[in-house]
C-alpha cells in the first residue's frame, strides 16, 4: 500500500473514532470535556467502586448540578468515561496499524499493540491497584459495544486489502472483521501457550501463520495423477488381512 493509500484508510478509521485526544462529548463550552477529564482523574485516584458524583464536581471546578446536567447520573458519567478510553485507544492502535501495508502486518500490530499497551495509564486509565484497568473493566462490562466498534475499525482495512488481493472472492467482510476481533481480544485476556504473548516477534509470526491466511486467496491445486490400470486398497490395520487369518488358523 502506498503511503497515500495507507493514510485515506486511516482516515476513514480516524472518522470513525474520533480525532485523537478529541472526546465526542465536548459540548460548545468545554464542560462536558472537564467533567470526563476530571472523572479520569478520580477514578484514577478513587476507583470505580469509590467514585463519586460530588468529587468529579470538586475535580472538574464546576457544581454538582452541572454534572447532572450533562450526565443523568452516575452510570451515565462511567459510561462515558468507559467510551472515551476505549475512542482514546482505538485512535492509538490506527495510528500504528496505518503504517502497515498488509492485512497480515496490521493485524500483526495490532495483536503487538494491545500486548504492549493494555496496561498503559494513558491509553486505558489504570485504576488503582485493588481494581482492574480501565480497559479490562471496558471488556467486561460493555464488551458488546467494544466489538462493534472493532468491528467497524477493521473494515476500511479489508477493503483495502479485497481491492490488492489479499482476500479470496465471497469473504464476508463484517464477518471476517468480527474474527479478527475476536483474535485480538483473544490476546488481551488469554494467556499464551505455544510461544510468548509478551514478546512481539512471536505474536507477530503467530498471527502471520494462523490467524490471517484462512481469510487469503486458496492456492489453485491440481488433482494427483491417476493411474487408471492399478488400484490402491487402504488396509485397516485393525483388521486382519486374509492371509494373516489363514496363519492363524493353520496355527490353531
Same mark, same amino acid.
Given at each position: 500500500?502506498?503511503?497515500?493509500?495507507?493514510?485515506?484508510?486511516?482516515?476513514?478509521?480516524?472518522?470513525?473514532?474520533?480525532?485523537?485526544?478529541?472526546?465526542?462529548?465536548?459540548?460548545?463550552?468545554?464542560?462536558?470535556?472537564?467533567?470526563?477529564?476530571?472523572?479520569?482523574?478520580?477514578?484514577?485516584?478513587?476507583?470505580?467502586?469509590?467514585?463519586?458524583?460530588?468529587?468529579?464536581?470538586?475535580?472538574?471546578?464546576?457544581?454538582?448540578?452541572?454534572?447532572?446536567?450533562?450526565? !443523568?447520573? =452516575?452510570?451515565? +458519567?462511567? /459510561?462515558? #468515561?468507559?467510551? %472515551?478510553? $476505549?475512542?482514546?485507544?482505538?485512535? *492509538?492502535?490506527?495510528?500504528?496499524?496505518?503504517?502497515?501495508?498488509?492485512?497480515?502486518?496490521?493485524?500483526?500490530?495490532?495483536?503487538?499493540?494491545?500486548?504492549?499497551?493494555?496496561?498503559?495509564?494513558?491509553?486505558?486509565?489504570?485504576?488503582?491497584?485493588?481494581?482492574?484497568?480501565?480497559?479490562?473493566?471496558?471488556?467486561?462490562?460493555?464488551?458488546?459495544?467494544?466489538?462493534?466498534?472493532?468491528?467497524?475499525?477493521?473494515?476500511?482495512?479489508?477493503?483495502?486489502? !479485497?481491492? =490488492?488481493?489479499? +482476500?479470496? /472472492?465471497? #469473504?464476508?467482510? %463484517?464477518? $471476517?472483521?468480527?474474527?479478527?476481533? *475476536?483474535?485480538?481480544?483473544?490476546?488481551?485476556?488469554?494467556?499464551?501457550?505455544?510461544?510468548?504473548?509478551?514478546?512481539?516477534?512471536?505474536?507477530?509470526?503467530?498471527?502471520?501463520?494462523?490467524?490471517?491466511?484462512?481469510?487469503?486467496?486458496?492456492?489453485?491445486?491440481?488433482?494427483?495423477?491417476?493411474?487408471?490400470?492399478?488400484?490402491?486398497?487402504?488396509?485397516?490395520?485393525?483388521?486382519?488381512?486374509?492371509?494373516?487369518?489363514?496363519?492363524?488358523?493353520?496355527?490353531?
Amino acid at each position: 500500500m502506498s503511503s497515500r493509500a495507507s493514510a485515506s484508510v486511516g482516515a476513514s478509521v480516524g472518522a470513525s473514532v474520533g480525532v485523537a485526544g478529541a472526546s465526542p462529548f465536548a459540548g460548545p463550552d468545554g464542560t462536558e470535556e472537564r467533567i470526563l477529564v476530571a472523572a479520569e482523574k478520580c477514578l484514577a485516584r478513587l476507583g470505580l467502586a469509590r467514585l463519586s458524583l460530588t468529587d468529579v464536581a470538586a475535580q472538574a471546578g464546576v457544581s454538582r448540578g452541572a454534572v447532572y446536567l450533562h450526565f !443523568a447520573d =452516575r452510570r451515565a +458519567l462511567i /459510561d462515558a #468515561v468507559l467510551t %472515551r478510553a $476505549a475512542g482514546r485507544f482505538v485512535t *492509538r492502535c490506527a495510528e500504528t496499524v496505518s503504517r502497515h501495508d498488509t492485512l497480515v502486518d496490521q493485524v500483526a500490530e495490532a495483536a503487538v499493540f494491545i500486548r504492549g499497551h493494555q496496561s498503559d495509564k494513558v491509553l486505558t486509565l489504570r485504576l488503582p491497584a485493588d481494581e482492574e484497568s480501565l480497559f479490562a473493566t471496558l471488556l467486561t462490562t460493555r464488551l458488546e459495544r467494544v466489538v462493534e466498534e472493532w468491528v467497524d475499525f477493521w473494515i476500511p482495512y479489508l477493503t483495502a486489502a !479485497a481491492e =490488492r488481493g489479499e +482476500l479470496r /472472492d465471497g #469473504v464476508d467482510h %463484517r464477518q $471476517a472483521a468480527e474474527w479478527i476481533v *475476536r483474535m485480538m481480544l483473544s490476546f488481551a485476556i488469554m494467556p499464551a501457550i505455544s510461544f510468548d504473548n509478551d514478546r512481539p516477534a512471536q505474536v507477530r509470526a503467530f498471527v502471520r501463520s494462523f490467524i490471517v491466511d484462512g481469510l487469503g486467496p486458496r492456492p489453485e491445486v491440481e488433482p494427483p495423477d491417476m493411474d487408471t490400470n492399478t488400484t490402491t486398497t487402504e488396509v485397516n490395520p485393525t483388521i486382519p488381512t486374509n492371509t494373516e487369518a489363514t496363519k492363524r488358523g493353520q496355527t490353531s
